[in-house]
């Protein structure tokens, strides 16, 4: 395996580059430069892998250091769904000679040191096309514990984190901003019942954990919040529910215990109820005149 003659230096080298990059690790844990990682886990753990292909998740024409933070952000929002705080991560880069491999890198690292989340290895190869996987992995966080999609009940109601829509054509989607410290807030709360990151759009995100969960969503269009910038000529309700990588969290909660949990959240980022869960399977949305009807919003299909 190796680095193209286009990074400048030898798989080697770049190993070299990245070590000096992190931090010494752990001990008695082993990381870059041997053949695996040790890692001794503090407690119950839960591990997601993501990958971004150039021409599908990025362009050639995009920062090489975009591309690697959005690597990292993308595979560390599904610990944030999770209600997990970052332990470490393993990065597999397949890079062309166009791109830089040291640039590329850097994005990876600095976003993962952002959020505490120690690189121990992984591999490099040459390849036709840029693709990066990350592999991380998370612990539970002190009063908390994993918060899968599948836990949520009819009458539980959809909460949304931030803002969401336009991301592409915003250029948002190669900035996600994983959500760890609220994740692992509403991990500590007990009325949350359910939670997942939107990657593939409200409308899909949704009907996933609805599904998962044995029942059927209710969404509210007129509700969900959009970023300012989303192109108000266009289809706005399309754009909030379909555009897919906002990365917020979405969030099922005990109804009854909303108001209290409205006043107790500690984050500037807003927090807006979307719709709810119904006893009934199948995806509705309440339309303009307030009428339920099925949904004609399916989001992002990564079309395998």
């Known amino acids: 395996m190796n680095v193209p003659s286009g990074s400048g230096m030898n798989e080697d080298g770049?190993?070299?580059?990245?070590?000096?990059?992190v931090a010494t690790d752990p001990a008695p844990d082993i990381g870059i430069?041997?053949?695996?990682?040790?890692?001794?886990?503090?407690?119950?753990?839960c591990l997601s892998v993501d990958g971004i292909v150039e021409g599908r998740h990025f362009t050639k024409d995009d920062p090489p250091q975009a591309v690697g933070r959005k690597a990292a952000a993308a595979a560390l929002s599904d610990l944030a769904a999770m209600g997990a705080r970052p332990v470490g991560a393993v990065v597999?880069?397949?890079?062309?000679?166009?791109?830089?491999?040291?640039?590329?890198?850097?994005?990876?690292?600095?976003e993962l040191q952002r959020h505490g989340c120690h690189c121990y290895g992984g591999d490099t190869t040459a390849a036709e096309q840029l693709t990066i996987s990350?592999?991380?992995?998370?612990?539970?966080?002190?009063?908390?514990?994993?918060?899968?999609?599948?836990?949520?009940?009819?009458?539980?109601?959809l909460v949304l984190t931030g803002q969401v829509g336009g991301s592409l054509r915003?250029?948002?989607?190669?900035?996600?901003?994983?959500?760890?410290?609220?994740?692992?807030?509403?991990?500590?709360?007990?009325?949350?019942?359910?939670?997942?990151?939107?990657?593939?759009?409200?409308?899909?995100?949704?009907?996933k954990m609805a599904a998962a969960s044995g029942c059927g969503c209710l969404l509210l269009p007129g509700n969900v919040p959009r970023h300012d910038d989303v192109d108000e000529a266009a289809d706005v309700y399309t754009q909030?529910?379909?555009?897919?990588?906002?990365?917020?969290?979405?969030?099922?909660?005990d109804a009854a215990a909303w108001p209290a949990l409205q006043l107790a959240w500690p984050f500037d980022l807003p927090l807006t109820t979307v719709g709810w869960l119904i006893e009934q399977p199948g995806?509705?949305?309440?339309?303009?005149?307030?009428?339920?009807?099925p949904s004609p919003f399916q989001g992002f299909s990564h079309g395998l």
């Open 14 to 21: 770049l190993i070299a580059h990245v070590r000096g990059r």
């Open 92 to 110: 597999s880069l397949h890079c062309p000679s166009r791109w830089s491999a040291v640039e590329v890198m850097d994005g990876v690292l600095a």
């Open 170 to 207: 915003k250029g948002r989607h190669l900035s996600p901003q994983p959500r760890l410290a609220e994740g692992q807030w509403f991990a500590m709360q007990m009325a949350s019942k359910a939670m997942m990151d939107c990657s593939d759009g409200l409308a899909a995100d949704a009907a």
């Open 283 to 293: 995806n509705f949305i309440e339309d303009h005149l307030g009428r339920v009807i």
């Open 134 to 157: 990350v592999t991380v992995w998370g612990e539970s966080v002190p009063d908390g514990r994993f918060l899968a999609r599948s836990s949520a009940e009819p009458g539980d109601l």
């Open 33 to 45: 430069g041997d053949d695996a990682c040790v890692w001794t886990p503090g407690g119950p753990t």
């Open 240 to 253: 909030a529910l379909c555009d897919g990588e906002d990365y917020e969290l979405l969030v099922a909660v």
